[in-house]
């Protein structure tokens, strides 16, 4: 089944191809930003004659302009045009698209051929596509970083079937408990990064007094942007921690596993809860979920979600009787009908696989003849 998936590589361009970079970043914010303040001031101009208005345009490559204004008119349908911004120079992330006209050509592990450089450009390749290569996408950190996404449309064989289900409870003190019994430990990246970043911060903040205190712009105070990078670097980091747990994570489950049942959470209203957000925040589990959906439609998965006012802590996994709602304190409880003991987490998760596979329509054992 044909699929479009995505490749992100690491690139280091020269000093000369960082300009042109730079250029291709800078048109595409500048259309983008004239197409919003059209729209906002109902004026109706096309691509055509902001190119001839600002002949500077022209020095790029017209699809990355293409593509400036589809990804506005995109923003548009979603939200509404009041609530979106300009973009900035300043802005923490750069980045541009372009169409692939057969211009791109990966020669080995350390270099691609771009028809947008003279010379070859020099990457990371950890991966070497195999499919059509749609789009180009070209980007810049905070940290100064410049990666190359690719989005490709290859044809992605499903996995072979497993005959094997299993239900995910989410939380903070373990991330994902499994119906199987098997605990995934909460890694907490951020905090594990907040003495340094906190550190950094705090150097920041006195090289921002201190350029003030000099009358110096801070886009023209070096030891300030220098630090600014910094920080940035150490929150990428973390982010590229909890990137490659997740993708191990989602991949692992994907791959075992032909059904997966799981909680559908209002990550919205839980993160209101001042105690909980930041712990949330830090868990990611919408980016983890995002990540199960798109690989279970790759390789020919099934994910079930299951009501977020489902009582899964509240229903014995054994026997099926209800008990009372029991405060999050008790972490392990003894069912007065059964007299089972349950770990409170993997009860639940096991009750989130019995109503998933029940919402399914999939007949599979019962509460009698766990396979587990």
């Known amino acids: 089944m044909e699929q479009y998936k995505g490749y992100k590589f690491r690139i280091y361009p020269t000093d000369q191809q960082k300009q042109i970079l730079a250029q291709s970043f800078g048109c595409s ?12 001031t109902k004026k109706a101009q096309n691509l055509q004659s902001l190119i001839e208005e600002y002949p500077y345009l022209k020095e790029v490559d017209i699809t990355s302009l293409e593509y400036a204004q589809a990804n506005l008119y995109r923003a548009i349908k979603s939200k509404n045009i009041n ?3 300009f973009k900035s120079k300043s802005y923490s992330k750069q980045s541009f698209r372009i169409k692939n006209r ?29 499919g059509l290569i749609l789009s180009l996408t070209f980007s810049k950190k905070a940290s100064g970083n410049y990666f190359l996404s690719l989005l490709v449309k290859e044809n992605i064989e499903p996995m072979k079937k497993t005959n094997k289900v299993v239900g995910i409870d989410l939380g903070l003190e373990n991330f994902a408990i499994l119906s199987t019994g098997q605990k995934i430990g909460n890694r907490r990246f951020n905090r594990q990064m907040d003495t340094k970043i906190n550190k950094e911060l ?18 023209q105070a ?16 973390s982010f590229n921690q909890r990137k490659y747990f997740l993708d191990k994570l989602s991949t692992l489950i994907i791959k075992n596993h032909d059904v997966i049942c799981i909680e559908q959470l209002e990550i919205k209203e839980m993160i209101s809860n001042r105690q909980l957000s930041r712990s949330i925040a830090d868990v990611a589990w919408t980016l983890f979920v995002e990540k ?7 390789y020919g998965r099934r994910i079930v979600y299951v009501d977020r006012w489902f009582p899964s802590s509240q229903i014995c ?21 059964c007299h089972k003991i349950h770990d409170r987490d993997i009860n639940a998760s096991r009750n989130i696989l019995f109503q998933g596979l029940k919402q399914a329509n999939i007949k599979t054992v019962d509460r009698a003849g766990l396979a587990w």
Request: net charge positive; charged share 40%; aromatic share 8%.
């Open 222 to 237: 070096s030891n300030y942007q220098k630090q600014k990078r910094k920080v940035a670097r150490l929150y990428e980091k």
């Open 102 to 130: 057969e211009s791109i050509k990966l020669l080995n592990k350390y270099q691609i051929d771009i028809s947008l450089f003279d010379k070859p450009l020099k990457a990371k390749v950890h991966i070497n596509p195999k």
């Open 292 to 298: 199960l959906n798109y690989k279970a439609k790759w």
């Open 29 to 40: 914010r500048k259309v983008f930003n004239l197409t919003l303040d059209q729209r906002k």
């Open 202 to 219: 705090r150097k920041l903040s006195k090289r921002r007094e201190k350029a003030i205190k000099d009358n110096k712009p801070l886009y």
């Open 317 to 337: 996994s054994s026997c099926g009787i209800r008990h009372e709602k029991m405060p999050l304190s008790i972490r392990e409880w003894q069912c007065t009908s």
């Open 83 to 85: 609530e979106i911004k």
